[in-house]
């Protein structure tokens, strides 16, 4: 049973460029997580998703940033114009459908120059 | 205004010895705990969880003790051994159900053969 995948494992934009972080879930989960960890931090929770659903995007900034979970395919994070501030690790999870631990993917590293 | 305090950065012990790594809260909403282990360039791996119906929880080597009262709690790691050495985050979730967590910043522990 393959783990959390995420592609890919690093990415390199200069400032205004886009960054797409694609994520596929472990089998036999629905529910997405994405969280963000800088430097000497620990992770921050951006958005949760489920199949074609947004179901907390509390921790997501309001601008430039989106996140889907398409009926097919990848979970992707979109990040529209970047700047120097997004350079950061990227991880998602996963979870079942029942209440239970997530489980991480290797994370994305964006640097922005 | 961080909800998860992981006060101390880092922990050296000898191999062989006990590990205790502490973990502080703030929200009486959290009702279930959890410790990650995390190697430098790779995503957090989930270790052992708590729920705050237990007081203790043992897996193997690693044992979560959780003080309700107080708000905190630890991760016991017996005996150490040198590939123990990563950087341990403590997480917390409140209600039940998949909801997200929040990660305190995290203890860098070393074992030293």
């Known amino acids: 049973n393959a783990g959390v995948m995420q592609n890919p494992r690093h990415l390199v934009r200069r400032r205004g460029q886009e960054a797409r972080l694609r994520c596929s879930p472990m089998?036999?989960?629905?529910?997405v997580y994405w969280y963000r960890q800088l430097p000497e931090e620990g992770l921050k929770f951006m958005v949760y998703?489920?199949?074609?659903?947004?179901?907390?995007e509390s921790g997501m900034p309001k601008e430039r940033f989106s996140a889907e979970f398409p009926k097919e395919g990848p979970s992707i994070l979109r990040i529209q114009q970047v700047v120097r501030g997004d350079s950061a690790a990227y991880f998602c999870?996963?979870?079942?459908?029942?209440?239970?631990?997530?489980?991480f993917g290797p994370g994305t590293r964006l640097t922005v120059t | 205004d961080q909800q998860v305090k992981q006060n101390s950065p880092s922990l050296s012990v000898q191999e062989g010895r006990i590990s205790i790594l502490n973990c502080d809260y703030t929200?009486?909403?959290?009702?279930?705990f959890l410790w990650y282990k995390k190697y430098p360039a790779e995503g957090p791996t989930f270790l052992i969880s708590i729920s705050s119906i237990k007081d203790k929880n043992e897996d193997g080597r690693f044992t979560v003790f959780l003080n309700k009262s107080a708000k905190h709690l630890s991760l016991h790691i017996v005996p150490s051994q040198p590939g123990d050495s990563a950087v341990y985050f403590c997480a917390a979730r409140a209600y039940s159900g998949n909801t997200p967590l929040v990660f305190g910043k995290g203890t860098r522990l070393s074992v030293i053969a």
């Open positions: 998703l489920q199949k074609e659903n947004i179901i907390d």
């Open positions: 089998k036999g989960h629905s529910h």
């Open positions: 929200n009486s909403m959290f009702d279930y």
């Open positions: 999870a996963s979870s079942p459908p029942v209440p239970g631990e997530q489980y």
